[in-house]
T-cell receptor
Framework: GQNIDQPTEMTATEGAIVQINCTYQ??????LFWYQQHAGEAPTFLSY????GLEEKGRFSSFLSRSKGYSYLLLKELQMKDSASYLC?????????FGQGTELSVKP | KAGVTQTPRYLIKTRGQQVTLSCSPI?????VSWYQQTPGQGLQFLFE???????NKGNFPGRFSGRQFSNSRSEMNVSTLELGDSALYLC??????????????FGPGTRLTVT
């Protein structure tokens, strides 16, 4: 089976750094995706990790530890437009299984 | 390159009716997945099609079905609608279903309301 946990909500200040954690328990693992979803819009791709370590892409970075079943998304230099839901998704058994998402609010 | 398109965008149906939703993937994408998104349950996997074959299915009742055509376009059908079927139905396409190629490109969704 699969179980993916993320915090439900987070609040951060514009210009700051925020880390969104994701833990998973799966019977198989073939990669982990992070998606961003603004209210009323479709999810859009942010990052993909399949090997342990950090993947950096501009202001966004994603980390994976397969032995710990743990990933995080790091957002630097937060902007108001980063207010959105962030979804962690694990590829398991040919399916993409999503966590409930973390609603991030960026305050001025 | 055109994105994933879904029709219709909004739909209102009555309990007991059936509904068919359509999805056109990005050109060249052969994998099409369907998801149901609700505030309480989040984004839940319905099924995935690759080259006209259903490869995987989520934990939904048999009232939910789908198919894929030779041009990779896909439809999903929900029969005997229930109030709990009210949700945003998202279609996503990808190049393949393995590794990085499983990156999902989502359509805008169909908002289904069952009254």
């Amino acid at each position: 089976g699969q179980n993916i946990d993320q915090p439900t909500e987070m609040t951060a200040t514009e210009g700051a750094i925020v880390q969104i954690n994701c833990t998973y328990q799966t019977s198989g693992f073939n990669g982990l995706f992070w998606y961003q979803q603004h209210a009323g819009e479709a999810p859009t791709f942010l990052s993909y990790n399949v090997l342990d370590g950090l993947e950096e892409k501009g202001r966004f970075s994603s980390f994976l530890s397969r032995s710990k079943g743990y990933s995080y998304l790091l957002l630097k230099e937060l902007q108001m437009k980063d207010s959105a839901s962030y979804l962690c998704a694990v590829v398991q058994g040919g399916k993409l299984i999503f966590g409930q998402g973390t609603e991030l609010s960026v305050k001025p | 390159k055109a994105g994933v398109t879904q029709t219709p965008r909004y739909l209102i149906k009555t309990r007991g009716q059936q509904v068919t939703l359509s999805c056109s993937p990005i050109s060249g994408h052969r994998s099409v997945s369907w998801y149901q998104q609700t505030p309480g349950q989040g984004l839940q996997f319905l099924f995935e099609y690759f080259s006209e074959t259903q490869r995987n299915k989520g934990n939904f009742p048999g009232r939910f079905s789908g198919r894929q055509f030779s041009n990779s376009r896909s439809e999903m059908n929900v029969s005997t609608l229930e109030l709990g079927d009210s949700a945003l139905y998202l279609c996503a396409s990808s190049l393949s279903f393995e590794g990085r190629a499983y990156e999902q490109y989502f359509g805008p969704g169909t908002r289904l309301t069952v009254t």
